[in-house]
């Protein structure tokens, strides 16, 4: 599907399109459970030794260095049956991102690559917020020594799960924030039940508070807008990814009922009605995966304003995915709407996926703010 | 130009103002005690939503995602004990007699808490509704009033309705396709009754409900014209409660799969078969079909009021958080392009508001309501003696010679223009506020970003509830065809409806 044809990505695609059918498809019901049933340990582990969570760092720190073609092509195949994992994906891929671009590598070397563990590697963030839109922030303290955070930090995706979070912390009323590596078992820290959210529910978050607890600056103080709005421009294509995947999903099982299902005396993929809302997601889908291809190719081509050409793909990919979503439920009508089919967790999620790195409609607006050069 | 008084040629011209402006041509008509009553039952929901459903929603659904086959009876008690489940039956069956008018606007508040609690007091209007429409005044007597007792005894009794089968969900609920359709819930005729075997599913409230108001077939090759429709209760040897569905929102409210297995039910437990309903002017199929237009007509435009419950929750959540959440270095209430979504949400509610009352009216003037509203019989059923309707009108409704006569008056009377009128309307309000309210809960968790996809934050929610309502009660494309038969059609003489292939 995306634009490098080149054989290590087919083989990545191939892993992962295997493991979403072997590990995810078969008990996604069951993984979905969580809060309220086991968590997936195995699944996060087996996901790990493949190397899912290393895809897009590069070789020198230990990754696959498959860019964000590579990252895109896991996701989208890991999410077109389960996208509980692509969101524990991305989220660690999206802090990583912002380390590497504040130039934190030696840090990173020293605190979450050297992790031999897979959850001692998940990197915890508020990947649903873009902090300067919505300042959930904690507060820094500094002495000559060392900072220390105090505050909460609310919805940090793995928080629950992983040894370190990548926190944003301002001092006082500053404008400007920066981003702050603190060690999630260390004193000062405590993080709240995993929250029962709308969708994604075996990619954990928690509300995480802090009372004084050392931090580590990530790159430079002040720069955090900066490094998250960079890191976002990247992520956004991955984004993409996630919601072509389910769109992806969404379609192959809302063709499969229709061609058993029958209503009237025939199938109801005889129904041109029923036809219609399913060459609806089809041509979403199509029109997601062509957005994404184009939009990995720009990015990692170094294309002028490719960052244009992934923000679009987000912000288009993930309301189509929620519209087809919406209807993929509807076109199995009261099955559904059931737990024990995939389409009411895809809709679930692609509604969750919409809200990744901020709110949509400003989304939107930035975009605009880009076209105008105000960005 | 002078003014000249309008001829009949331009007055009859499309769109005729009963088919479209049914509030403008009823409302005069309209009983002041209704629209008194109306206010009564939205305070009461309020009052109720304050003390019971605000504090308990949250808790509900969780403990539901918890232990999938938890079943709340706790609020069905609490529901029971505020009186909910006579409130809008007949004062001549035992309870208290509100208009069946006032109720979507009682579930528009509820819903708006929670489409779930508010499903869990609805649907038994469902079944009361289907039973009622039958006009089968000695089952309504038996039946309403043990509900009644069951209020007073502190132990709810309330009913389902089990349409919905394994092989056939739209099917069952249009019989130009029932024929084809995968239909196996078989009544067989023995003497004294029917036998019935097969299966239920999604059955709203099943597992809650002591009265399941169930339909079958007594040919499974021509269910059409062979639709009985029969009361079975809870315990009744040869039914029994299979699965409880895992819904995807509305959890309060158990979706259950109901198994019959040689259950025998007596001739006087069944509300309409064929035999009884030989005499009158339509044949089995369309009056079987008439029946269903009577019931949805009044519960889809209930559906779209849950709709619009949803929609104003989703704009409620939205609309608190845009008013305390500050985005971009304002709050967001001060962004235009945020006021606008609000606006629009704001919209939404009220379209969808209007559609089901619009409906409502066409109800009262064309439908199921036409006959209680009758000056005579409103002005009976309000204000006649509590000593008359208890002691002296069951022995006179109670046989089989009033359910005759309601049946002429009721069936024989209705033309096919009113017909087509209600069933078209409670189709268009249905698919119309059930798109609103997805539509306002898509926008919601837009505006709200992170905090609207946790469930303590209520606005998620709203969008796993809303989600069901474009489903049940007949999917909306189902409803859109039902609305190009019952008023496009006409305008298109070469149509055909369901026969696309």
């Known amino acids: 599907m995306l634009c490098r044809g080149d054989k290590e990505l087919k083989l990545v695609d191939g892993a992962a399109t295997d493991f979403a059918a072997k590990e995810l498809a078969p008990n996604r019901e069951e993984y979905d459970q969580y809060p309220f049933g086991p968590f997936w340990d195995k699944v996060v582990k087996k996901a790990f030794g493949l190397g899912f969570f290393h895809a897009s760092l590069p070789v020198e720190l230990d990754g696959m260095g498959l860019g964000l073609s590579g990252l895109s092509v896991i996701l989208k195949s890991l999410c077109s049956q389960d996208a509980s994992l692509g969101g524990m994906i991305f989220t660690n891929a999206l802090a990583q991102e912002i380390m590497l671009i504040a130039k934190a590598e030696k840090l990173f070397e020293d605190k979450i690559a050297q992790q031999k563990d897979a959850f001692g590697f998940l990197l915890a963030f508020p990947s649903f917020n873009n902090p300067s839109e919505v300042r959930h922030l904690a507060q820094v303290k500094k002495t000559k020594q060392k900072a220390t955070l105090s505050g909460e930090v609310p919805y940090v995706v793995l928080g629950g799960l992983g040894s370190y979070a990548l926190l944003p912390a301002c001092q006082g009323n500053e404008q400007d924030f920066s981003f702050y590596l603190v060690d999630l078992k260390g004193k000062g820290v405590s993080v709240s039940e995993p929250i029962f959210s709308l969708g994604l529910h075996a990619c954990p978050a928690v509300d995480i508070s802090l009372d004084k607890a050392p931090a580590l600056l990530v790159g430079k103080e002040g720069k955090g807008k900066e490094y998250f709005d960079k890191a976002a421009d990247r992520m956004h294509a991955a984004q993409a990814a996630m919601a072509s995947g389910i769109m992806e999903g969404c379609f192959a099982e809302a063709l499969a009922y229709c061609k058993e299902r029958e209503q009237g005396g025939r199938e109801i993929v005889d129904w041109s009605e029923v036809k219609m809302m399913l060459a609806n997601i089809a041509i979403q889908a199509k029109s997601a995966e062509m957005m994404l291809s184009r939009a990995c190719e720009a990015a990692d081509n170094n294309q002028p304003k490719w960052q244009a050409a992934a923000r679009v793909a987000a912000i288009q990919a993930s309301a189509f995915a929620c519209e087809a979503a919406t209807d993929g439920v509807q076109v199995l009508g009261g099955v559904g709407y059931m737990k024990d089919h995939g389409q009411e967790k895809r809709l679930r999620d692609a509604k969750q996926i919409q809200a990744l790195m901020g709110i949509a409609p400003m989304k939107k607006l930035k975009y605009m703010d880009s076209l105008l050069g105000k960005g | 130009m002078t003014y000249q008084p309008c001829t009949p040629e331009y007055a009859q011209c499309a769109p005729d103002l009963n088919d479209v402006a049914a509030s403008l041509v009823s409302t005069h008509a309209t009983p002041r005690a209704l629209i008194k009553e109306t206010r009564e039952v939205v305070d009461l929901a309020r009052r109720f939503n304050k003390e019971v459903v605000r504090p308990?929603?949250?808790?509900?659904?969780?403990?539901?995602?918890?232990?999938?086959?938890?079943?709340?009876?706790?609020?069905?008690?609490?529901?029971?004990?505020?009186?909910?489940?006579?409130?809008?039956?007949?004062?001549?069956?035992?309870?208290?007699?509100?208009?069946?008018?006032?109720?979507?606007?009682?579930?528009?508040?509820?819903?708006?808490?929670?489409?779930?609690?508010?499903?869990?007091?609805?649907?038994?209007?469902?079944?009361?509704?289907?039973?009622?429409?039958?006009?089968?005044?000695?089952?309504?007597?038996?039946?309403?009033?043990?509900?009644?007792?069951?209020?007073?005894?502190?132990?709810p009794r309330i009913i389902s309705l089990a349409i919905t089968e394994p092989g056939a969900g739209t099917d069952v609920e249009e019989p130009d396709l029932i024929d084809k359709g995968n239909i196996t819930c078989h009544a067989k005729k023995v003497d004294g009754g029917y036998v019935v075997n097969g299966t239920k599913i999604f059955i709203s409230n099943g597992h809650l409900s002591k009265w399941h108001v169930v339909i079958a077939y007594s040919d499974l090759d021509l269910p059409s014209q062979n639709t009985v429709c029969m009361l079975v209760q809870t315990g009744q040897k040869g039914f029994s409660f299979g699965r409880h569905e895992k819904k995807m929102g509305q959890r309060a409210c158990p979706a259950s799969e109901l198994v019959f297995k040689d259950c025998f039910v007596p001739d006087n437990m069944v509300a309409l078969d064929p035999e009884q309903i030989k005499?009158?002017?339509?044949?089995?199929?369309?009056?079987?079909?008439?029946?269903?237009?009577?019931?949805?007509?009044?519960?889809?435009?209930?559906?779209?009021?849950?709709?619009?419950?949803?929609?104003?929750?989703?704009?409620?959540?939205?609309?608190?958080?845009?008013?305390?959440?500050?985005?971009?270095?304002?709050?967001?209430?001060?962004?235009?392009?945020?006021?606008?979504?609000?606006?629009?949400?704001?919209?939404?509610?009220?379209?969808?508001?209007?559609?089901?009352?619009?409906?409502?009216?066409?109800?009262?003037?064309?439908?199921?309501?036409?006959?209680?509203?009758?000056?005579?019989?409103?002005?009976?059923?309000?204000?006649?003696?509590?000593?008359?309707?208890?002691?002296?009108?069951?022995?006179?409704?109670?046989?089989?010679?009033?359910?005759?006569?309601?049946?002429?008056?009721?069936?024989?009377?209705?033309?096919?223009?009113?017909?087509?009128?209600?069933?078209?309307?409670?189709?268009?309000?249905?698919?119309?506020?059930?798109?609103?309210?997805?539509?306002?809960?898509?926008?919601?968790?837009?505006?709200?970003?992170?905090?609207?996809?946790?469930?303590?934050?209520?606005?998620?929610?709203?969008?796993?509830?809303?989600?069901?309502?474009?489903?049940?009660?007949?999917?909306?494309?189902?409803?859109?065809l039902n609305l190009f038969k019952c008023l496009i059609s006409r305008a298109c003489p070469q149509s055909c409806v369901f026969h696309d292939a």
């Not at chain 2, 659904?61 to 009186?83: C, S, Y």
């Not at chain 2, 779930?116 to 079944?127: D, E, K, R, S, T």
């Not at chain 2, 619009?358 to 509590?386: C, R, V």
């Open chain 2, 279 to 480: 005499d009158l002017k339509r044949d089995a199929k369309h009056t079987f079909q008439q029946v269903l237009d009577y019931v949805l007509g009044a519960t889809r435009a209930g559906v779209a009021a849950f709709a619009t419950g949803a929609a104003r929750g989703a704009y409620e959540e939205a609309l608190a958080f845009a008013n305390e959440t500050e985005v971009d270095g304002k709050l967001l209430a001060n962004h235009e392009w945020a006021q606008c979504m609000l606006a629009e949400m704001y919209k939404n509610v009220n379209l969808a508001r209007l559609a089901y009352m619009e409906t409502n009216h066409h109800n009262a003037s064309s439908g199921i309501y036409k006959s209680m509203l009758s000056k005579g019989m409103f002005q009976f059923s309000k204000y006649a003696p509590q000593f008359f309707l208890d002691k002296i009108a069951p022995a006179l409704v109670g046989n089989g010679l009033t359910t005759k006569w309601l049946r002429k008056q009721s069936f024989d009377s209705q033309p096919e223009e009113e017909l087509h009128r209600t069933s078209g309307w409670g189709s268009l309000a249905k698919f119309s506020g059930t798109d609103l309210g997805m539509k306002n809960c898509h926008m919601a968790l837009e505006l709200m970003g992170q905090a609207g996809l946790r469930h303590d934050q209520r606005a998620e929610k709203h969008f796993r509830d809303a989600k069901l309502l474009q489903i049940y009660e007949g999917t909306n494309q189902l409803n859109r």
């Open chain 2, 56 to 155: 308990y929603v949250l808790e509900l659904d969780r403990k539901v995602h918890e232990d999938p086959d938890f079943l709340p009876w706790d609020f069905v008690k609490k529901a029971n004990d505020w009186g909910f489940y006579t409130m809008w039956v007949p004062r001549l069956f035992g309870g208290k007699g509100y208009f069946m008018h006032s109720m979507s606007a009682f579930v528009e508040e509820i819903g708006s808490a929670c489409v779930g609690m508010a499903n869990l007091i609805g649907v038994h209007y469902l079944g009361m509704a289907t039973l009622a429409a039958t006009w089968n005044a000695p089952l309504m007597m038996k039946i309403f009033r043990d509900v009644a007792a069951g209020e007073k005894a502190g132990d």
